[in-house]
């Protein structure tokens, strides 16, 4: 007997039938701009309509969530979180997303599971308006157990030379304005795994698991709508090491983050965690957003027409000489 591929693990068929159960739907993220449709080696992208353009680039995964969405066998929103861990990353330099590729990983396919983790992608580039052009499925008996999965992205976007926002314009007396977040989104899942050990658990009115699974939201709709009307002077997307580590990335030397956290809507999920796992504030916050999704750094005359427009928006700070780059007032 003739020893073939799928005799090793690799199901070549599983592959084909993921493409076929994503292929209609992959296709209707596309616009002119997408010159090759899926299946060939590269994808192509064409670039126009800009005077000056830059090209802003960002990739990402999902990490330990990934383990709540198998253990619970919810796999629709995964493919949310992947994209927006990558895309929010760019659009804190003003940048709009043109186009989505996506790994994705397993030890032994399944066409049902990797169709809705790839599906949760195509949601979301529908939503913002992205090309979803390529991406490789990779399955690897022997380097995953059976049912694993990991997922990453890369995501390419532009802004016109002129329009990028890279904190270097921040000024003494701004106004630190906070995006609410959806969630713990895509971070600190390691930890919220080692005190959070039943996540059937009932977390006010449904299993926990549902809670921490809630997609990472995603910003672009409302930071256009703020770029349309207002100068934004920084933005920062605060993922993994929380407000403390991100916020400071886009801080000029001599210029500090005031910020009051009475200000700060924590969610009742953060606030069970810190209680359980009697986690320190500064714990906290080096390592989850604390319902601080994104913060924009904008002049203070502008701040309540930007909290009027933003649902849930809030100021939690402003802008103070100091060596420090942020300073948290508890």
């Known amino acids: 007997m003739m020893t073939t591929y799928k005799d090793s693990g690799v199901d070549k068929e599983e ?14 993220t596309h616009n002119p701009n997408v010159l090759n449709n899926i299946g060939s080696f590269g994808a192509f992208y064409e670039l126009s309509g800009y005077k000056n353009p830059i090209l802003v680039s960002g990739t990402d995964g999902v990490g330990t969530k990934l383990r709540i969405a198998l253990d619970s066998e919810i796999y629709d929103t995964i493919g949310i979180d992947c994209f927006a861990m990558c895309a929010n990353d760019i659009l804190c330099h003003g ?16 066409s ?7 599906l949760g992608i195509v949601k979301a ?12 499925t990779a399955e690897m008996p022997g380097m ?13 976007g532009v802004v016109e030379k002129e329009d990028i926002i890279d904190g270097t314009q921040i000024k003494k007396d701004q106004v630190i304005i906070s995006l609410p977040s959806s969630g713990f989104h895509s971070n600190g899942y390691s930890l919220i795994r080692k005190i959070f050990t039943d996540i059937n658990e009932n977390f ?7 809670t921490l699974l809630t997609p990472t939201r995603l910003y672009q709709n409302d930071i256009f709508k703020i770029l349309e009307k207002y100068p934004v002077y920084g933005i920062a997307h605060i993922t993994g090491g929380g407000i403390i580590e991100n916020l400071p990335r886009i801080i000029p030397n001599g210029l500090c983050a005031n910020i009051s956290v009475s200000s700060i809507h924590v969610p009742s999920i953060m606030k069970e965690l810190q209680k359980r796992g009697k986690i320190s504030n500064d ?15 904008v002049d203070e005359e ?29």
């Open 95 to 110: 940048a709009k997303p043109l186009f989505f590729l996506d790994y994705l990983a397993c030890g032994n396919l399944d």
């Open 283 to 297: 714990e906290m916050f080096g390592t989850f957003n604390m319902g601080v999704g994104m913060c924009i750094i």
């Open 204 to 210: 006010e009115g449904q299993p926990l698991y549902k």
């Open 144 to 156: 995953y157990k059976k049912g694993d999965y990991d997922v990453a992205g890369f995501c390419v």
């Open 302 to 330: 502008n701040s309540l027409p930007i909290l009027n427009l933003i649902e849930g928006s809030s100021i939690i700070g402003n802008i103070i000489n100091n060596s420090k780059k942020i300073i948290l007032n508890f």
């Open 125 to 136: 580039c529908k939503e913002t308006k992205t090309a979803l052009i390529g991406g490789e």
């Open 112 to 118: 049902d599971i990797a169709s809705k983790i790839i």
């Open 15 to 28: 592959g084909y039938q993921t493409v076929s159960k994503i292929k209609d739907e992959v296709s209707q």
